[in-house]
């Protein structure tokens, strides 16, 4: 079963938490956003894009995966729309598809010799958040 | 005082130092840090969508751990204490999240968030005291200008952390005056090192780093402290060398004369 835009809009509101029709378009989100440049949509762009329906872009998008999860947006938001859940929950949708993931284990080696003094929690992060 | 303590994976590997100076201090205080047996890793990050149970479940056996043993959960790095802190908080505040948990783990008695999870520097300061921690120190730290960076995990969401002032925050600060040395205050300390996004992108990181690194550097810190271990390989990592960045307590190590006191200072 093949669901459309809006419905899927309608689970990455259900499983952000978000409540995405009470933001008021300051853009504060994006402008505090230390991922901003790296970015091809922005904070202030996925909460409306979501409130509209309107996310297949947002899915196709490979550099939601520059989100820091630093939650800058969300502690600064005025409205308590906590844009980095919407972000997160777009990411999410895209991992759980099959081949959605743009992270392989295959790659981790390579990092770990090419760096001995990456942490484990970044690893370990990159796993949950890269892939699912 | 006798605590459950969680290292965490990190903890065990690349920031042994963050974990053989916190249990030592803590020894030297009179605290005694009590490792939770079995332990797993917590996964490093909280997984935001609301659906995600299974990602959720080590955190929670932890959690568990801490309240079968009757005592509060102590944490040190940041990481730990975020994912640890707002499991805890699904448990107590989310139904739907705490009913399929249990299903699926079948404890004997049902978790609800119960446990207490504390954070080494709320130990210090709620349990312990800033004041009293400062009479404990032997070695004062007089004449060092040093920079708190608190980065990301331990401050936000504030609503959920309920660790301090998520944009003007000073436990660090209050930590770093007990110790006898002077704390230096910087706007970008409560700003994102690029955590591990530097797996993908290293130039990224490098240039969160390096504003984090000028700024404090313009305010006048001579060198850096965190709790946080992916904090301290961005921040060592991506600058040149000229800022020296230390864990929280590799500090309080020193200014309560341990290093001189015989004890070993490597593991």
Redesign the interface.
């Given at each position: 079963m093949k669901l459309d835009e809006k419905e899927i809009a309608g689970i990455i509101k259900?499983?952000?938490?978000s409540d995405v029709k009470k933001c008021m378009k300051c853009g504060k989100c994006s402008a505090t956003c230390?991922?901003y440049g790296?970015m091809k949509f922005h904070p202030h762009q996925f909460v409306t894009m979501v409130a509209r329906g309107k996310i297949d872009e947002l899915l196709k998008d490979e550099t939601v995966?520059?989100c820091?999860?630093?939650?800058?947006c969300?502690?600064r938001c005025p409205r308590g729309v906590?844009p980095?859940?919407v972000v997160?929950?777009v990411r999410?949708l895209a991992e759980r598809e099959q081949g959605g993931s743009n992270?392989v284990p295959d790659e981790v080696p390579a990092?770990i010799i090419a760096?001995k003094?990456?942490?484990?929690?970044?690893?370990?992060?990159?796993f949950?958040?890269?892939r699912k | 005082m006798n605590y459950s303590y969680y290292p965490?994976?990190?903890l065990k590997?690349?920031?042994q130092d963050l974990d053989f100076y916190g249990r030592e201090s803590a020894a030297a205080l009179g605290i005694t840090l009590e490792e939770l047996p079995e332990w797993q890793?917590c996964?490093?990050?909280y997984?935001?969508?609301?659906?995600?149970i299974a990602?959720k479940l080590s955190a929670i056996r932890a959690l568990m751990a801490a309240r079968d043993n009757g005592t509060p959960l102590v944490t040190l790095?940041s990481?730990c204490h975020h994912v640890l802190t707002r499991v805890n908080g699904d448990m107590q505040r989310n139904a739907d999240i705490r009913m399929k948990a249990n299903n699926y783990l079948k404890p004997a008695v049902p978790y609800a968030g119960e446990t207490r999870v504390i954070h080494y520097l709320q130990l210090l300061r709620d349990e312990i005291g800033f004041d009293n921690l400062k009479q404990a120190v032997k070695k004062p730290l007089k004449g060092r200008k040093i920079g708190a960076y608190y980065g990301?995990l331990l401050?936000?969401?504030?609503k959920e952390m309920q660790f301090d002032d998520?944009?003007n925050p000073h436990i660090i600060e209050d930590f770093i005056k007990a110790l006898g040395a002077e704390p230096v205050v910087y706007a970008m300390r409560n700003?994102?090192c690029?955590?591990?996004?530097?797996?993908?992108?290293e130039a990224?990181a490098k240039e969160?780093v390096d504003l984090i690194i000028k700024n404090a550097r313009a305010h006048g810190a001579e060198e850096l402290i965190t709790a946080?271990?992916?904090c301290?390989?961005n921040l060592?990592?991506h600058q040149d060398g000229s800022m020296p960045v230390r864990y929280i307590t590799e500090l309080l190590y020193e200014a309560l004369g341990l290093r001189e006191g015989g004890a070993a200072d490597e593991t």
């Open positions: 259900e499983i952000s938490g230390p991922a790296e995966t520059r820091l999860s630093c939650f800058a969300v502690e906590e980095a859940n997160a929950a999410v992270f990092l760096d003094e990456i942490p484990q929690q970044a690893l370990v992060s990159a949950r958040r890269y | 965490g994976c990190t590997t690349k920031a890793c996964g490093a990050v997984p935001i969508a609301r659906d995600e990602t790095c990481a990301c401050l936000r969401p504030s998520p944009e700003e994102c690029g955590g591990y996004v530097t797996l993908k992108s990224q969160n946080c271990p992916l301290m390989y060592r990592a």
